[in-house]
């Protein structure tokens, strides 16, 4: 029985897998290495040559990799890394994410960020670009931050920065006043923040606006009037449900306004 | 859209991995709460004990240990309870799971048989079925290894025949 468990995982790309489902992998190039050592995870420099990645989704098992979330399997040949493209409202803080997060509490040097996570992140005052003891950044509580986890992991508070690691904000740091915030599944951010968006490129042309994309699930918009801004809220939280033929209708009966 | 009349629904809410209180917390998992509340009434010893089955059921398979010290909490409600309910919660909560994105080592099903008085065996029986049957007996079965997570049994009946 243990044997027809796993299938190869070339075969299930593309396929939705389910948690308890077992991937295995193929044989090592050259059959005189230990296949132990072939199969890492993560980082560090080295052979591409049977190196592979694991990401979200899925786990290292005896037998090869376990699949602990449902979803699509995905594969990048770059790199060889393998991952899940599963749909989920809650966030879980990953370093390097982009997020927006809410300022909830200021206590002495630190700031305590909401960000949809199940721990509150801190946000050092000095995390600014341009900021020092004496010229402290103008965050009180209630105001929207765009930063950049620092650390994220599932043993330690998460921390959060608005700079990059050569000191430049790159756009994030204190959000402007006005606009509006809301929240919508983690896969449409995904989908919004994909190279080559339709979605964006086809709302630029209706109104001009600003708008901030948060990988915890916020979006944070602002266009000239408040009905302008409601109308792309309407829009962005409805596109996650309609087809491209539906979108491209709503668009147009809304322009011919 | 209404259920078929003569059917067990029951309707699974999921919140997690959340901010865990801090006389709940658990320093290297993650804190699975289960609440069960039937269509009528308010929640009895029935339902506490049920709820302690599922949440044993569902921590078999969670992997908590990836979110420490969070809770997540599993919310049932009882629509309709047209005979094996038991299952159906089992059904309910996996599916809660599973489309909350939490991570699973595997999934599970619920599946009952009910015994009537002459040994024959009776897959997912209906109210009648189950208060003529000897015994009822409630599986929680794993989509990995088929192994049985969870047995509750309600009447007498011998060993052989749980075989």
Same mark, same amino acid.
């Given at each position: 029985?243990?044997?027809?468990?796993?299938? !190869?995982?070339?075969?299930?790309?593309?396929?939705?897998?389910?948690?308890?489902?077992?991937?295995?992998?193929? !044989?090592?190039?050259?059959?005189?290495?230990?296949?132990?050592?072939?199969?890492?995870?993560?980082? /560090?420099?080295?052979?591409?040559?049977?190196?592979?990645?694991?990401?979200?989704?899925?786990?290292?098992?005896?037998? /090869?990799?376990?699949?602990?979330?449902?979803?699509?399997?995905?594969?990048?040949?770059?790199?060889?890394? *393998?991952?899940?493209?599963?749909?989920?409202?809650? *966030?879980?803080?990953?370093?390097?994410?982009?997020?927006?997060?809410?300022?909830?509490?200021?206590?002495?040097?630190?700031?305590?960020?909401?960000?949809?996570?199940?721990?509150?992140?801190?946000?050092?005052?000095?995390?600014?670009?341009?900021?020092?003891?004496?010229?402290?950044?103008?965050?009180?509580?209630?105001?929207?931050?765009?930063?950049?986890?620092?650390?994220?992991?599932?043993?330690?508070?998460?921390?959060?920065?608005?700079?990059?690691?050569?000191?430049?904000?790159?756009?994030?740091?204190?959000?402007?006043?006005? /606009?509006?915030?809301?929240?919508?599944?983690?896969?449409?951010?995904?989908?919004?923040?994909?190279?080559?968006?339709?979605?964006?490129?086809?709302?630029?042309?209706?109104?001009?606006?600003?708008?901030?994309?948060?990988?915890?699930?916020?979006?944070?918009?602002?266009?000239?009037?408040?009905?302008?801004?409601?109308?792309?809220?309407?829009?962005?939280?409805?596109?996650?449900?309609?087809?491209?033929?539906?979108?491209?209708?709503?668009?147009?009966?809304?322009?011919?306004? | 859209?209404?259920?078929?009349?003569?059917?067990?629904?029951?309707?699974?809410?999921?919140?997690?991995?959340?901010?865990?209180?801090?006389?709940?917390?658990?320093?290297?998992?993650?804190?699975?709460?289960?609440?069960?509340?039937?269509?009528?009434?308010?929640?009895?010893?029935?339902?506490?004990?049920?709820?302690?089955?599922?949440?044993?059921?569902?921590?078999?398979?969670?992997?908590?240990?990836?979110?420490?010290?969070?809770?997540?909490?599993?919310?049932?409600?009882?629509?309709?309870?047209?005979?094996?309910?038991?299952?159906?919660?089992?059904?309910?909560?996996?599916?809660?799971?599973?489309?909350?994105?939490?991570?699973?080592?595997?999934?599970?099903?619920?599946?009952?048989?009910?015994?009537?008085?002459?040994?024959? $065996?009776?897959?997912?029986?209906?109210?009648?079925?189950?208060?003529?049957?000897?015994?009822?007996?409630?599986?929680? $079965?794993?989509?990995?290894?088929?192994?049985?997570?969870?047995?509750?049994?309600?009447?007498?009946?011998?060993?052989?025949?749980?075989?």
């Amino acid at each position: 029985v243990m044997s027809a468990r796993g299938e !190869a995982a070339e075969v299930c790309v593309g396929r939705v897998v389910l948690p308890g489902d077992v991937l295995l992998l193929p !044989a090592p190039a050259r059959p005189e290495e230990d296949e132990e050592r072939l199969l890492r995870l993560g980082a /560090g420099a080295g052979p591409p040559r049977g190196r592979l990645l694991c990401g979200p989704g899925l786990r290292r098992c005896a037998a /090869g990799l376990l699949v602990t979330k449902g979803g699509v399997l995905r594969h990048r040949a770059a790199g060889g890394a *393998y991952w899940v493209d599963s749909q989920q409202k809650r *966030y879980v803080p990953v370093k390097g994410d982009h997020v927006i997060g809410i300022v909830t509490a200021k206590a002495g040097d630190v700031f305590k960020l909401d960000v949809g996570g199940s721990e509150q992140a801190s946000l050092s005052y000095l995390a600014f670009e341009g900021a020092t003891k004496r010229n402290r950044p103008n965050v009180q509580v209630g105001d929207l931050i765009y930063g950049q986890f620092l650390v994220a992991n599932k043993d330690m508070e998460p921390e959060m920065v608005c700079i990059d690691s050569s000191g430049r904000s790159s756009g994030m740091g204190l959000i402007g006043q006005d /606009g509006f915030l809301f929240k919508v599944s983690l896969g449409l951010i995904r989908k919004l923040l994909a190279p080559k968006c339709d979605v964006i490129q086809e709302l630029s042309q209706l109104y001009p606006f600003e708008l901030v994309l948060g990988m915890n699930g916020r979006i944070w918009v602002k266009a000239k009037t408040v009905q302008q801004t409601l109308i792309l809220v309407n829009i962005l939280e409805a596109c996650e449900y309609m087809t491209a033929e539906q979108r491209k209708q709503a668009l147009a009966k809304l322009s011919g306004n | 859209t209404p259920s078929p009349p003569g059917s067990t629904s029951v309707l699974a809410g999921l919140y997690g991995p959340a901010e865990a209180k801090s006389s709940r917390e658990l320093p290297d998992r993650a804190a699975l709460e289960v609440l069960l509340r039937p269509k009528v009434g308010l929640p009895g010893v029935l339902e506490r004990s049920r709820e302690q089955l599922l949440r044993q059921t569902c921590e078999a398979v969670l992997l908590g240990g990836l979110h420490p010290r969070t809770a997540v909490t599993l919310v049932l409600q009882v629509l309709s309870d047209a005979g094996s309910l038991l299952s159906c919660c089992l059904n309910a909560a996996c599916m809660g799971m599973l489309d909350a994105g939490l991570p699973l080592s595997s999934l599970f099903c619920g599946v009952t048989c009910a015994l009537d008085p002459s040994g024959a $065996i009776v897959l997912d029986p209906d109210t009648q079925q189950e208060q003529e049957a000897r015994a009822v007996l409630t599986f929680a $079965i794993d989509s990995a290894e088929r192994k049985v997570l969870m047995a509750n049994t309600k009447g007498s009946c011998s060993v052989e025949e749980v075989r």
